[in-house]
């Protein structure tokens, strides 16, 4: 990610700068930072794969899906928060009958302001006591619209999925308007609870971000 | 030489009907011939016909042979869709220059292999999908005669090299299909890998005016929703596939059809 690779420049810029006046001395000293610099390039890198991959070093993975299929619209939006503030955001728009959906990402670190404003929304009881979330039964006929929002969330060693699912229309007797009422009550108080993170998560995708290079990687979630 | 044995025996037993069945002059010393080699599909061809008709009196006949067999080998699937950890079936086709159009002929095709084993590997034409990626997939065949019936004294031998592109992503299960939701596209589906957060939709090419129908049970329970055309006695009936597979950045579907179109009563 990017804030790795600043990272590891910051600390070439100050190797570079130690002075000696022992030529081959600064040699060596030169010799050893460059081998020092090399092996924390490498260790940061190794560093961001993990965290990536791994859910114990995430802060929150947010994903939220919005399929308008009167107009032809599939969004789905992902985002990965690490515990520093660094963040990969992923922004994908299918419109049809294009078959292909754009995709634009963003990488970069919170500022603090909004960092605090994240943990507070994650330690808050009510969302911490939601149900796991339950997906609907597939497939949904005839839905004219429906939207899921999913959130992990690492809780000690497990990683809680909480989320919900909305949609409109759709037959009485079908999936999801046939979904147990439980469940339903369940996504109903998840939507509630989950509202302060959706409105975060539009909060930094209204935000100018400029896109990034990198690849796609789900969020995380591959 | 089954043919030419059976041949033989028709002369020898005055059994004088062509391959029609029509009665042949029993003076018939000479006219044209076509033998085939039934034991040899794959080669196709025989470079000399010689057809002793009597030995007994010394009268023999030559003639040149056509050559034919298969045209160009081409890949029934191209681009092969696969999911990470999965397998599909390849095959090469073609068209027969001996008639008999399209033809499956990847018996003949012992050595296949990938560019990239990396992302997706070859047992035989069984291809498996590694890694998210894109590589190419190639077969070669034995060496036999390919290529367009003609007039020759000799059959020339190849061997034939077709490759296709092999996607390989992640697995798309059908969520929902929309049936005269949209004006603009009477039918389509939205498939997703719920794992991901995967979701991609695509509009059919179907004629308007059709009606919705239920057909089937799926997995997830519940019938699919399908759409119907009619016209006349023919009736069109197309459902959105439960499985896809989409790249691995969730950008767009990497395998082929979205959709099946059964026909009932239609010429």
């Known amino acids: 990610m990017t804030r790795d690779r600043s990272a590891a420049s910051t600390i070439v810029q100050s190797g570079s700068g130690t002075k000696a006046s022992d030529a081959s001395l600064r040699i060596t000293i030169k010799q050893v930072l460059t081998v020092s610099v090399l092996l924390f390039i490498a260790c940061a890198q190794s560093a961001a794969a993990q965290d990536r991959t791994n859910h114990g070093a995430l802060l929150v993975r947010i994903s939220e899906v919005t399929i308008d299929n009167e107009h032809g619209v599939t969004a789905t939006d992902c985002m990965l928060v690490l515990p520093d503030g660094g963040f990969h955001l992923e922004r994908r728009k299918q419109k049809l009958p294009n078959p292909t959906a754009s995709l634009k990402i963003f990488e970069s670190s919170l500022d603090t302001e909004r960092f605090q404003q994240l943990r507070d929304i994650l330690n808050d009881d009510t969302l911490q006591n939601l149900p796991p979330y339950a997906l609907p039964t597939f497939p949904m006929n005839n839905l004219p619209w429906f939207s899921d929002l999913e959130a992990e969330i690492p809780r000690g060693p497990t990683v809680k999925r909480v989320g919900y699912w909305v949609w409109r229309g759709g037959a009485s007797d079908r999936s999801p308007n046939s979904t147990p009422d439980d469940i339903k009550r369940s996504w109903q108080e998840s939507e509630t609870a989950l509202r302060p993170l959706l409105d975060w998560f539009h909060g930094v995708e209204a935000l100018r971000l400029t896109s990034s290079d990198s690849k796609s990687n789900m969020c995380g979630a591959l | 030489v089954a043919s030419w044995l059976a041949w033989q025996y028709g002369f020898r037993n005055q059994i ?252």
Request: aromatic share 8%; proline share 6%.
């Open chain 2, 16 to 267: 004088h009907d062509d391959k029609d069945g029509h009665a042949m002059p029993v003076d018939l010393t000479s006219g044209a011939y076509r033998l085939r080699d039934l034991t040899d599909t794959a080669a196709g061809g025989l470079y000399e016909g010689k057809v002793i008709v009597d030995k007994t009196y010394g009268h023999a006949t030559y003639g040149c042979m056509i050559c034919c067999g298969p045209e160009f080998a081409l890949m029934e699937f191209d681009p092969l869709g696969l999911v990470v950890s999965g397998s599909g079936n390849q095959q090469v086709q073609t068209t027969n220059s001996c008639g008999g159009g399209q033809q499956t002929v990847s018996g003949d095709f012992p050595t296949w292999w990938t560019d990239n084993t990396a992302i997706a590997t070859a047992n035989r034409n069984q291809i498996h999908g590694v890694a998210s990626g894109t590589t190419n997939h190639n077969a070669q065949s034995i060496p036999m005669y390919w290529g367009f019936r003609e007039n020759a004294s000799s059959c020339p031998q190849s061997q034939q090299r077709p490759n296709a592109s092999t996607n390989v992503g992640q697995s798309m299960e059908l969520v929902g299909a929309t049936c005269n939701a949209n004006p603009s596209f009477p039918y389509g589906g939205n498939w997703a890998h719920p794992a991901s957060n995967c979701f991609l939709s695509e509009p059919f090419a179907v004629p308007n005016g059709g009606a919705c129908v239920e057909v089937g049970t799926l997995p997830g329970g519940g019938p699919k929703n399908c759409y119907q055309t009619k016209v006349g006695s023919c009736v069109t009936t197309y459902c959105a596939v439960n499985a896809r597979i989409a790249d691995s950045a969730c950008t767009r579907f990497i395998d082929q059809a979205g959709y099946t179109a059964t026909k009932v009563g239609c010429p």
